[in-house]
């Protein structure tokens, strides 16, 4: 009796120790550093003051805690090579989950950065004490829910990833705090590029605690970063990453101002209510994805309403003359034969509406 009682304590004492080893515990970070972990990118980055310790959890989530601290930044999403546009990468969204409890100025957000041009990016769902940036808005996109202020502001020879220089910084903040949700992240990008802020070659797409002379922490249970594919709206005849295009000057005029031009570029100009350009389009899915390009003929916001099947889906916008794409998620319109229609309905006399082509995705 007494060797098999031995036995069996051995036996278990070795299952014991397997599996502890089996477990892999990851000590907190506490100083700069860079890495990889599950499938993410993540990042500590702290300047002179205070502590701060952020620990890795699955997939992306983590947990951070800041103290006294000047600057502080903890975030988990996905670096890139600095080769390929946002577009070229393709639609972006992170679903999050954050038990949020700063305490002073701090934001939690999705940041990241651009190179060619040089540009530091937040798109802020909730902060401390302060809603940054603290200048004038340039306008407003409305997004997942609610509508985020849009800001442009220059950091001059500041801390960058290429070492201290001057840089431009994009904001989208969103008037209602909110810990949880999804977030459009591509919806933004073009948004900013409606507003004449170019966004570059992507080097970092990420969820962020950020801490600014403050003191708090974040416990982020889910942090979901969905990239690429056919996005909100893939789907059906367009699932396998297809993208349909359709010059706007292929389309049929209609409407009493409506026509054609060569710059900024070769497409058709819309100049009052009801001037619209219009094909007809099969569907083998309900549901996806359009891409505007276009621009105002000034620093006016220029609006164009998306019909389809005579339907109101959504509405294009474009801030400035300066050429972008402006996209519309999970549109749903239905199957079959559509007649597709692109037409200025909100025409107040202060801009005109010019259009290069839409993209189906």
């Known amino acids: 009796m007494k060797r098999i009682k031995r036995s069996l304590f051995v036996g278990i004492l070795a299952f014991l120790v397997l599996g502890i080893s089996a477990v892999t515990v990851y000590a907190a970070i506490t100083s700069n550093e860079i890495g990889t972990h599950d499938g993410y990118d993540y990042e500590f980055w702290k300047d002179a003051g205070g502590s701060g310790s952020m620990t890795l959890n699955s997939g992306g989530s983590f947990s951070a805690n800041w103290s006294n601290v000047n600057n502080i930044l903890f975030r988990k999403g996905k670096k890139f090579d600095e080769t390929q546009t946002h577009q070229q990468i393709g639609n972006m969204s992170i679903d999050f989950g954050v038990n949020y409890q700063p305490q002073g100025n701090s934001y939690l957000t999705v940041y990241g950065w651009t190179v060619d041009p040089l540009v530091e990016y937040y798109i802020v769902d909730s902060w401390g004490n302060w809603r940054p940036p603290g200048a004038n808005a340039k306008g407003t996109v409305y997004v997942d829910g609610d509508t985020y202020d849009i800001y442009e502001t220059t950091r001059v020879n500041q801390p960058s990833i290429i070492g201290n220089t001057t840089f431009q910084q994009y904001w ?27 966004m570059g070659k992507m080097y970092e797409v990420a969820l962020t605690i950020e801490g600014y002379q403050s003191s708090g922490s974040a416990d982020v249970y889910q942090n979901n970063l969905n990239i690429g594919g056919g996005g909100n709206g893939g789907g059906g005849d367009h699932g396998n990453g297809q993208v349909t295009r359709i010059e706007a000057e292929s389309m049929t005029l209609s409407g009493t101002y409506a026509g054609t031009i060569s710059s900024p570029f070769s497409g058709v100009a819309l100049y009052a209510n009801n001037d619209s350009v219009k094909f007809n389009q099969y569907f083998a899915s309900n549901n996806h994805r359009f891409s505007l390009r276009g621009a105002s003929n000034n620093s006016n916001m220029a609006r164009v309403d998306l019909k389809i099947g005579g339907q109101t889906l959504g509405t294009f916008y474009f801030g400035d003359q300066y050429p972008a794409v402006y996209t519309i998620d999970n549109v749903y319109h239905g199957t079959g034969n559509q007649e597709v229609e692109l037409i200025v309905t909100a025409d107040d006399g202060t801009w005109d509406a010019y259009i290069d082509y839409l993209e189906i995705h």
């Open 172 to 198: 989208s903040v969103r008037r209602n705090k909110r810990t949880e949700g999804t977030i459009s992240v591509s919806d933004h990008f073009n948004a900013w590029e409606s507003h004449g802020m170019p």
